[in-house]
C-alpha cells in the first residue's frame, strides 16, 4: 500500500505543501499553483484549514517573556552588521535562484516519510534560528531576569473581555482577551499615570487581532507608575485622552 501524503493524511500529491502554504512558506509560484489547487481539492482545503487553526494558535502559545533593556540594541548591531555585508558583496549577494518549476519540491529533495515539505522545514528552521539567535542574546546578559509579577486590569464597556499587564525588571507587557476593535480611524494607546499627574502619552499603540487578543510591550518604563490605561485615540495617538480608558490597571 502506498503512503498517504500530508501531514494529516492526506492522500492528495500536493497534501505535502499545505503546511508550508499555511506559514507563507511557499516561492510566489509555488503558492499562486497551490491557491489554484485548493479551489478543486477538498482534501487540501480540510489540510489547510486543520493546520491554520494551530498556525494561529502560535503567537499566543509562547510564553510571554520581556526580554533584557538592551538586547533591542544588540539585536540591531547584528542586524547592521549583516547588512553592510550585504552592501559589501553586492547586489546579487541575497538574491535567490528561481525555482525549477519543472520538478516538484518532494523531486528535488528527500524528506521524511510523515510529509513535511521543504517550505515548511525551511519556516520552521527559521523559526529555530531566531529563537536560538535571541536565546543567546539573553543568555548572554551578565544577569538574569527577574521574577514576573501579574496584575489584573479593568476592562470597561466589554462583557467578557479580560486583561492583565506582567511586569518585570521595571518594564510591562499587556495581555488583553475578547477586546473589541477599536472604532474605525482609530487605534489604542497606551497611557502611564503618577500619583498627582496627568496621564503621560506613550509610543505604545496597538490593534488586536479579530479575537480580540494582543500582547503588547510598552515601549516606556513603568518605574514609579501608578496606572496603566489604554485609551481609543485617532490613528497616530494623541499627546492628552480624547475618551475614557477602556482599560485600567493598578500597578503601584
Not at 510571554?64 to 538592551?70: E, R, Y
Not at 497616530?236 to 482599560?247: C, D, E, N, R
Request: charged share 20%; hydrophobic share 45%.
Amino acid at each position: 500500500m502506498s503512503e498517504p501524503f500530508g501531514i494529516f493524511g492526506s492522500t492528495c500529491e500536493f497534501g505535502d505543501e499545505a503546511g508550508a502554504y499555511v506559514l507563507r512558506a511557499l516561492s510566489d509560484g509555488e503558492r499562486l499553483r497551490f491557491a489554484r489547487h485548493l479551489e478543486s481539492c477538498a482534501s487540501c482545503r480540510a489540510e489547510v484549514e486543520e493546520l491554520q487553526i494551530v498556525a494561529d494558535q502560535l503567537p499566543m502559545a509562547a510564553p510571554q517573556l520581556v526580554p533584557p533593556t538592551d538586547i533591542r540594541t544588540r539585536l540591531m548591531a547584528v542586524v547592521e552588521s549583516e547588512a553592510q555585508l550585504l552592501r559589501a558583496a553586492g547586489p546579487e549577494a541575497d538574491r535567490v535562484a528561481p525555482p525549477r518549476d519543472t520538478m516538484r519540491l518532494r523531486d528535488r529533495i528527500w524528506w521524511p516519510s510523515w510529509g513535511v515539505s521543504p517550505g515548511f522545514a525551511a519556516a520552521a528552521a527559521s523559526v529555530l534560528v531566531l529563537a536560538g539567535v535571541g536565546g543567546g542574546l539573553l543568555l548572554g546578559g551578565d544577569d538574569g531576569p527577574g521574577p514576573i509579577r501579574t496584575v489584573p486590569a479593568q476592562v470597561a464597556a466589554a462583557p467578557g473581555a479580560t486583561a492583565n499587564v506582567a511586569l518585570q525588571d521595571g518594564r510591562a507587557t499587556l495581555h488583553v482577551r475578547g477586546l473589541p476593535a477599536a472604532p474605525t480611524g482609530r487605534v489604542y494607546q497606551v497611557w502611564l499615570k503618577r500619583s498627582g499627574q496627568d496621564p503621560l502619552p506613550t509610543h505604545t499603540l496597538f490593534t488586536v487581532r479579530p479575537d480580540g487578543r494582543a500582547a503588547v510591550k510598552i515601549d516606556e518604563g513603568v518605574d514609579g507608575v501608578d496606572q496603566l490605561l489604554v485609551t481609543a485615540e485617532p490613528s497616530g495617538g494623541s499627546m492628552a485622552p480624547t475618551s475614557a480608558p477602556i482599560v485600567a490597571a493598578t500597578l503601584a
